[in-house]
């Protein structure tokens, strides 16, 4: 790697800042809704938009088959290729997973982000497609093809966010992913009501739909800057990262910004990026890289898919009637969005700690409330509609905070060197978590039945515990803060060695008040911005 430092001139003294105003322009809300419009909106409206259509496409499975071997498919082998067709998502979303973190480097995170949505169109056009070609393979492909989509936007946005995003509004800015996927489902749902897609006829137009959000963001996205970190630390780019500063800032003077990263370019100028091997033996990242493990795990573990697995029984029992549960499960979805948006208003004052841990907590009371109601509810009817309450509560809790919340963690733990092999990690943890949901819960469902609930509630309490030991706060926190606040949960030997460090760090800023740059593995901050 070229060496930037020697051929920088020194820096000027940067000017204090003034007022507390966080620096953001309408430039980085755009960028930020425009990659997660394809991005998480997608990988969100691929997880619901397969069971309005489910019937039909059963039904096209069977006469496609029939027609190819002059034989009506058994029911076994229908059931498993139409598991084959849910799950196979998940397999390309581990796929996609391991090509996101080469794919960031060589292309950068928004170029990563517009070449990722040839997966979508190319999906979209074979699962519209299908019918009209008659090969039940096109579906099971293009999930596929789908699932790589969802495995790299789902580390590459992140990623783009935490990178162009000012401290004071990280967490918040962060959040979008999450109310994106969350705005994604409820749209999936929408468009598979019947008055709209949710026919036999017209069913393949909803995988049709897949390609408007992607070239939504193709048209959009090409106008906006790439992440200015990774023009300054990865390409060298001074003046294209200044730009990229000042449109995302919105501001002209932008010398604090790259003043900063450029301090973090001299301490990494010999550093290359980090690979998964290297993380894990990084010892001053290992409960950084345990509580990524820990959230992501329990991201896909803590219960969600159970819910909407006994969503419809619920309401049947309660006295619905099937025509009316595709229009009250919509309160599932915009439940979903309202408490992501609250999240994403809230998480700058809160934090992330008391909203990740409060929402596992709530998770883990109405999971409880639920057994005892879906239990007891043939001697007492009404419990029914308390379970009702409880679903919705429980995706409420999980949308607050464990429902986005794990992204913008893996991008405030790791400096630049680290972040994309920090992120794979954090995909194939989620993706493999997701694969093994779909295959166990069938299982566990049989066998305990309606206490399966408290399995997840197990699993959302062993998370919470985790969290409340090791996690520190990081809201509005630098790298090195963050790491102090680690080592000092956990090991207190790093945190004497971060503490003299930060007392070195303090002593030359005394002999050197202009400029007060505090650095930690590569990561920096100006103290004077």
Not at 65 to 73: F, G, M, V
Not at 134 to 152: K, P, S
Request: positive net charge.
């Amino acid at each position: 790697m070229a060496k930037l430092a020697p051929l920088l001139p020194p820096p000027p003294p940067l000017p204090e800042r003034r007022g507390g105003r966080p620096d953001w322009s309408a430039s980085l809300m755009v960028a930020a809704l425009a990659g997660a419009f394809g991005s998480s909106f997608l990988y969100g409206y691929n997880l619901s938009v397969v069971n309005a259509p489910t019937v039909f496409i059963k039904k096209f499975y069977n006469e496609t088959w029939a027609q190819r071997y002059n034989e009506t498919i058994s029911e076994e082998s229908l059931t498993l290729l139409w598991t084959i067709s849910v799950s196979i998502f998940a397999i390309g979303g581990l796929v996609g997973a391991f090509i996101v973190t080469p794919a960031v480097k060589y292309f950068g995170r928004k170029r990563t982000l517009l070449l990722n949505n040839v997966f979508a169109i190319v999906a979209a056009l074979l699962m519209a497609l299908s019918q009209l070609a008659g090969f039940l393979e096109m579906i099971i492909l293009g999930r596929f093809i789908m699932g790589i989509d969802g495995g790299i936007s789902l580390s590459a946005l992140p990623m783009y966010l935490s990178e162009i995003s000012p401290k004071q509004i990280r967490g918040s800015l962060g959040q979008i992913t999450a109310i994106l996927i969350c705005v994604g489902v409820f749209t999936g749902q929408v468009l598979g009501l019947p008055e709209i897609f949710g026919k036999e006829s017209r069913w393949p137009f909803l995988f049709g739909m897949i390609v408007v959000p992607a070239v939504i963001q193709v048209v959009i996205l090409p106008f906006l800057p790439e992440s200015p970190r990774y023009l300054l630390l990865e390409k060298h780019d001074i003046k294209a990262a200044e730009k990229a500063f000042q449109t995302f800032r919105g501001k002209s003077d932008v010398s604090c910004e790259v003043e900063e990263v450029l301090e973090e370019s001299r301490v990494q100028r010999n550093i290359q990026a980090a690979s998964i091997i290297q993380l894990l033996r990084d010892s001053t990242k290992r409960w950084q890289v345990l509580t990524v493990v820990v959230t992501m795990a329990c991201y896909q573990l803590c219960g969600l898919n159970a819910i909407w697995f006994y969503t419809n029984n619920i309401f049947k029992e309660a006295g619905l009637s099937p025509e009316m549960i595709p229009y009250v499960t919509l309160s599932t979805g915009g439940i979903e969005i309202l408490a992501a948006v609250f999240s994403g208003l809230v998480i700058e004052r809160l934090g992330r700690r008391p909203l990740l841990i409060g929402g596992f907590g709530l998770m883990i009371l109405f999971f409880v409330i639920l057994t005892v109601c879906m239990t007891l509810q043939a001697q007492a009817p009404w419990l029914s509609y308390l379970s009702i309450f409880c679903i919705l509560a429980v995706i409420a809790s999980f949308c607050i905070g464990p429902g986005g919340i794990p992204f913008v963690l893996t991008g405030e733990f790791f400096p630049q060197s680290q972040r994309p092999a920090a992120f794979m990690i954090a995909g194939i943890i989620n993706w493999l978590s997701n694969f093994a949901v779909g295959l166990l819960f069938p299982f566990i469902q049989i066998g305990l039945q309606t206490y399966c609930f408290l399995v997840f509630a197990a699993v959302c309490l062993a998370g919470a515990t985790f969290l409340f030991f090791v996690l520190p706060e990081t809201k509005n926190k630098t790298l090195l803060e963050i790491n102090q606040a680690f080592a000092k949960k956990k090991v207190p030997s790093e945190a004497r060695e971060l503490d003299q460090f930060a007392a070195t760090r303090k002593s030359s800023k005394e002999q050197e008040p202009s400029f007060s740059p505090a650095l930690d593995n590569g990561e920096t901050k100006a103290q004077i911005c």
